[in-house]
């Protein structure tokens, strides 16, 4: 079974760019999460999707947004990026059915460095 | 405030020299406790959920306990390829949310 699949692996941008990233889950997840991890903050939740529909929301600016498509596939985006963006961001997929959780599948990130 | 805080930050060991991680929690209502292992460069990767207190799992030379107000992994007889960090997250009653805490960074030494 493929696990959670997140491109690019590596990305550099400029300040005041925007920048879109994308996540596949494991066939048959329908939600989605993201997160932001630094060494200072460790891992910050931004967003989840279920079935396409926004559940629920971390403390980010609206700067960083987010969407799920039928397929469960999921991008976020993040304009007029700043310095502080830069960090690895983690997108996670479980089962999600109802408002359980059940263990999150991680793929291994998005390097994203601002200059 | 709810809040996950692990300790040590970091732990030092040589091989075979078993310890514990610690997980402490002040959550309002907690339905679920998890511990994931995080490599450098990679995603974590969940290792065990803990619901109710006094519940233990175990995996290979992890085990994994839970309290009213603290989780423990414990690692027995530890490898160098036990090396990474550990993260625990806990499930609160009153939103659903995971909340993180910073992780421990263990380092077996050989």
């Known amino acids: 079974k493929a696990g959670v699949t997140q491109t690019p692996r590596y990305l550099i941008k400029t300040r005041g760019q925007q920048v879109t990233l994308s996540c596949s889950p494991i066939?048959?997840?329908?939600?989605v999460s993201w997160y932001q991890q630094t060494p200072g903050q460790g891992l910050q939740f931004l967003f989840e999707y279920f079935s396409e529909t926004q559940r629920n929301k971390g403390n980010f600016p609206g700067r960083f947004s987010g969407r799920q498509f039928s397929n469960s596939r999921s991008e976020m985006n993040v304009s007029t990026l700043e310095l502080g963006d830069s960090a690895l961001y983690l997108c996670a997929s479980s089962r999600g059915e109802g408002r359980h959780h059940s263990p999150l599948h991680f793929g291994n990130g998005t390097r994203l460095t601002v200059t | 405030e709810d809040q996950v805080t692990q300790s040590p930050e970091a732990l030092r060991l040589q091989e075979g020299e078993s310890s514990s991680l610690n997980c402490s929690y002040t959550?309002?209502?907690?339905?679920?406790l998890f511990w994931y292992r995080q490599d450098p460069g990679k995603g974590p990767e969940f290792l065990f959920t803990?619901?109710?207190?006094?519940e233990e799992k175990e995996k290979e030379r992890l085990k994994a306990t839970l309290t009213k107000k603290e989780s423990f992994l414990h690692i027995t007889a530890p490898k160098p390829e036990d090396s990474a960090t550990y993260l625990c997250?806990?499930?609160?009653?009153?939103?659903?949310?995971?909340?993180w805490g910073a992780g421990t960074k263990l380092i077996i030494k050989p």
């Open positions: 997250a806990c499930v609160m009653d009153s939103n659903y949310q995971l909340i």
């Open positions: 959550v309002s209502g907690l339905r679920g």
């Open positions: 066939s048959g997840h329908r939600s």
């Open positions: 803990l619901y109710s207190a006094g």
